[in-house]
Structures are given as C-alpha cells and as structure tokens.
C-alpha cells in the first residue's frame, strides 16, 4: 500500500492511452471545519486530479519520499539510510512485472491514475519550491503501479524476512509497515436499533508513509466514497460508500516462501535444479546516495524461484511470494470503491489482485461478510517440505505458479450470530463458537493464524456480554482500554509468574509486585500498575533474545521486576509513576500524557523518547463509525484521525483533532454532497 506519482513537464510523461480530459475549473474542493477535503467534480480522473491537490496541500513531502522510492532514487534525499530501500526496490524488480501486464489493465483505472499524476504534476509546477530535488519529477506511469507492487510486497513480509537471511538488518524506509488493525460488522439482529453497522479502526504508523489520511472522493460517474488512503494514493483504501462499507485489517497467512539454492565452489555463478545447473541471472543496481559523488553499484541476483540474495556466508536464498505476480491491486481496489451492492463487490474480490488483508463487510442491505483475503499459491503438499521454514531450492517440485479462487478462502456471510470481528488474529474465531469455521477444512500450508490475541479475546468478552449491540454500545467496544482476564503477549509474557511471586519473598521488589498483582488490566494513564507492567513488556524483548514464548521463570520475572525499579528510580527518582508521565502523545513541540499499550482494542505502540519516556508512533490511529439506517438513507458517518488532516505545523489542521482523539470522540462526516458545500469553510478550483 504505497503509492506514487507525478511528472513535470506532459510531454515526457510517458502512458499508454490519451490523457484524460481534465478541467480544473469544474474540479471543487470542499474543505471541512477539520480540513479534511471533499473532492467533487464530474469524472474519476478528474476527481482523483483534485485529491492528488488536496493531499499535496497537506504532505506533499511524504508523497515525493514515495516517488523517490519508485524511481529507486530515495537515497538521493534521503543519504545513506534510503540506499537499502532502494536496492530492495530493485531487487524485487516489480517494474518488470507492471511492463509485462499494464496493456492488459482497466482503461478506466489507468485514466484514473494518469488524472491523479496530472495533479500532482500541476501542484509540483505551481509550488517549485516544495520540490525536494531534481529527481522527484518526471515519473512514468509504470514506476507509479511498480511503488504500488513494491509497497504490498512490503506489507507482505519481505522487511522482515531480508534481514533475517542476510544475518543483519536491513533498514527500510520508517513507517513503511502495517501494524495491524480492528474491524466489527453488526448484522440487523445484533443491532440495538435494528441498524446494520461496521466499524474502521486501523492501527498503523500515526505519521509517515503509511498514516491514514482522510478523503471524500464524489463524481458524476457515480463514485462516491469517505475513508482512509496513504500518501501517494488515488483512491480510497477502506472506507464506506452510500450502500456499503468495508474495513482492512494485516493478516498473517503464509504470504512468502525463503528458498535455499543448491551451488558449490565447482559451478560458480550457478544453482542445481533436479541435477542440471543453471546460471544465476546478475543485475547490477546502480544506487545514487546523496553525498556520494558517483553511483555506488550493488549486484542484484535472481533464481528461478525469484529475488536472490548473497549472504554474508556466500549462501544464497530467494524469495517467492504471490506480491510479485501481480501488479493489479490498486485496479482492484477501484473496483471495491465502484461496487454498489454486495455482489459488485465480491465481483471486485474475485480480481484476486490483493495478496493479502481481511476484509470486513457491511451494507444497506443488512449483509456482513468476512474474508481473510490473500492470494494462496497451491503449494507441494509433501510433507517433506516445511512450507512454515526454508525450502530447498533444488527442486521445481517447490515451485508453485498458480493461485487459489476466492472461494477457497475463509470467509463469512450473514452468520446467525450477527456479528463477524477480527483483530489480526485467527480466521476461525471470527463469530459465534457454534458458527466458526473449521480450519482442518482448509489448506494448512496456507498458514493461517489459528490464536486468539488479546484484543480478540477482549473484544469477544465485550460482544458476548451484550445481547444487542447499540451505536454507543459499539464505540465502547472499540474505544476499550483494558486488557482480557488471561493475558495473551509474546515472549512468554502471559503475566502468569509476574502475578503470583510472593511480595514477601523480595522485599525490595514488594512496590513493583504489589502494583502489577494489583492492577485492574486497565491502561489509562492514571495507573501505576499499567506503567510497571508497559515497561516491563518492552524491557522482555531483550530478556528473551531467542524469542522464546515459553512461560517467564521466576527469575526472568524477578528480572523484569527489577528492570522497572531501578528505571524508575534512576529517572523519576520514586516509584509512583504513572502510565500517562511516562507514555506521550508527540506532535510538533507539544506532548501530552497517552493512554493504551500494545493489543488492546485501542492499542498504542510506542518508541523510545529520550532516556526516561516512551512516545506514541502507532496503533489506534484512522477510526470509523458507518451505521446505515433503516430508511434507506445515507449511512450515518462518526470518525476521527489521530492529529489532523494537515502534516503542516503552521496549519490549524496540524493536531485538531488530536484532543478529540485522546477523549475517544468523534466528528460526524457526511457523503451529502449539498450538506457538505453548506457547511465547507473553503471551496476552490485547484490549477
């Protein structure tokens, strides 16, 4: 999900098809009182000129950082630290992809597209001085759709699983993975009101690259659509429409396959495959770093199985994953965007361009649906083979090139229980016990998740509890800030030990003990217990190096315990802390106390900040409340962002809406295009 775009001059950008008919002067924006934008004119492309404006108004730096990334010319701003994106940007090679099927794509998606570089174009050539250097403009059509292949990919996996064969760690561009999300669907039964209703609640990176910035996309063409994108995209990535709504949440299925390639000192350059050897294709990527006179070059290789690389033992792993096929999935999501029934959208699903991401449902006509989407290769079903670790790469009985329909994967529709959630968790745990499908019935080399996590748990105790779900009744579910009975965290964290050692037994340690047993399991920022038990968690990621998730030994406990103790005395000097001193909500010069911890429903992860506090840098972030009322009507709207529409500090829109989204509120939004002119504080034309 990471998208680009532009070009300065329209006689070198380089298409495939006739530009589409743009006239800015019928292009309207529409900013609200939160400055969040509403782009009305008569085409798609001609919308998606306005929004590319609008974005550009608000993060225009962002955008370019994306552009840079798919030219392979980041570190020309970015120095040293963009290099490793940019080979891995020419490593995995999706331009060729994008070459190989781009005839083939939807006319009306690739003018959509070819409208929203025009604008970025206009915003760069009005605003000269906002241009970070001489390499951002032009850029042709397929770099833009090769970010799009390159950012999923990333989204994928391949940020993680590169450094783990190269042994090190290789940087990737910051805030360039998701981190999770929630989403619930309300069926008329559930409902309190009788009101089918769904809930949008990403948890991602607050600023950067992947933050959610919020649009309200409406053409004559019948578009029509209020929700959340990523800088650098044309369209709107969840969100809801008139007559439906739908949510994404990161899924974890078995997404990427590592490849150990057969070579030895005797056949340099090549790999064995079923006793013949085969030359190892070479590229050199050429890397342009600023403050480096001269291009540094970097030899990329590729096997049969896909992207090769060297390790520093002289090994070489590829990696295959379904990302790399396909270059289609912003096509895909237009499509999502157009649907206006339920079956035009599952139509839009059997594209199968999306390699990945649950997709939670709800509509006018009192559908809920569930799916956890990907697009599943048919792998070798011998269980020599370890699909779940390295396969050997000497065999085309590993190589799979074929990919499962949508049918084949779980999902739901209309359960009996009303009600379908998932919070990246397991697949087969997404309603009611008694209507939960089976996992034996799917293909276990697909490696979905089969746990619950805490928010799932949580989130399941809360709807349980509830016979009807009201409006109200919702926003408490997914404004939660406490942890389930049974503590569910990695690195044998389940609290389990830390909750039963004997204050007696460590007198030293009888404040920290006493305040972890004592706790509620709530994360406000008035407790001190969730202060001792937040410190504690991140602290166990360097207590368990090996990523153990067997249970803590009480001397890891006792460890941990002491951790807290001595941070907290050498830094505050006393050990009634907290949780909101010690955790904060950064925007601009300005901080303030922030509630939540990792993996509760309004989950907050944090980084350090300074030596003595930890500061927000993602989780609960984009949030929507859709419920859509029995007369038909327009859906009823609330959402709020976590700062504001405008990345700009000198701009009132800089952190709005930040005191809103700390007190759990919301704005109501509107898909009325008459409402929302009467009520605009701006309305223009962009050039």
Known sequence: MKYLIAMLFLCIFQIHAQQPNIHTNQINIARDSYGVPHIFAPTDPEVAYGLAWAHSEDDFKTIQTLILTGKGKLATYLGKKGAPVDYVFGLLNTRKVVDQQIKAMDPAFIQLVQGYLMGLEAYAKAHPQEVLNKHVFPIQLEDYIATTMFSVAIFCGVDKTLPKILEGSIPHLPSFTGEGSNAFAIKSNKSATGEPMLVINAHQPIEGATAFYEAHVQSEEGWNILGGLFPGGPLIFHGVTPNLAWAHTVNFQDKIDVYQLHTDKAHPGQYEVDGTWMNLEKRKIK??????????????????????????????????????????????????????????????????????????????????????????????????????????????????????????????????????????????????????????????????????????????????????????????????????????????????????????????????????????????????GALYYNIAYYQASKIRTNGSKEPLTEAEALQLCQYVHDFLMKHYGKLDVKLGEFQRLVRGQEDWPQAGMPDVLAAVQTEAWGESKRKMNSGDAYIGFVKFPKDGGLPLIETVNTFGASSLPESKHFADQRAMYQAQQTKRMTLDKAEVLKAAERVYHPE
């Open 287 to 528: 890397l342009n770093i600023k403050g480096i006179p001269f291009p540094v070059s970097k030899m990329a290789f590729n096997s049969i199985y896909g992207p090769t690389v060297k390790t520093p033992k002289g090994e070489y792993f590829s990696i295959r994953l379904p990302a790399l096929f396909d270059a289609g999935a912003l096509q895909q999501w237009y499509a999502m965007n157009r649907s206006t029934n339920f079956q035009e959208f599952k139509a839009a699903l059997g594209q199968n361009h999306l390699p990945m991401f649950n997709i939670m449902y709800a509509d006018k006509q009192d559908n809920i649906f569930y799916i956890s989407n990907g697009k599943m290769p048919y792998r070798n079903a011998d269980p020599k083979y370890n699909w779940a670790s390295t396969i050997p790469g000497n065999t085309r009985a590993t190589l799979w090139d074929t990919f499962k329909p949508l049918d084949a994967l779980p999902q739901y529709t209309n359960p009996a229980s009303g009600y379908l959630f998932n919070t990246n968790h397991s697949p087969f745990l997404a309603t009611s016990t008694d209507e939960n499908l089976n996992p034996a019935k799917f293909d276990k080399y697909d490696g979905y998740e089969t746990y619950h996590n805490n928010r799932s748990q949580r989130a399941k105790e809360l709807i349980d509890s509830y016979d009807k779900i009201s409006w109200e009744d919702l926003k408490r579910i997914k404004f939660d800030r406490q942890l389930p009975a049974k503590i569910l965290y990695p690195y044998g964290l389940d609290a389990s030990v830390l909750f039963s050692l004997k204050m007696t037994d460590y007198p030293a340690l009888a404040t920290i003990i006493q305040g972890i047993q004592q706790w509620n399991h709530v994360t406000d920022t008035e407790s001190v």
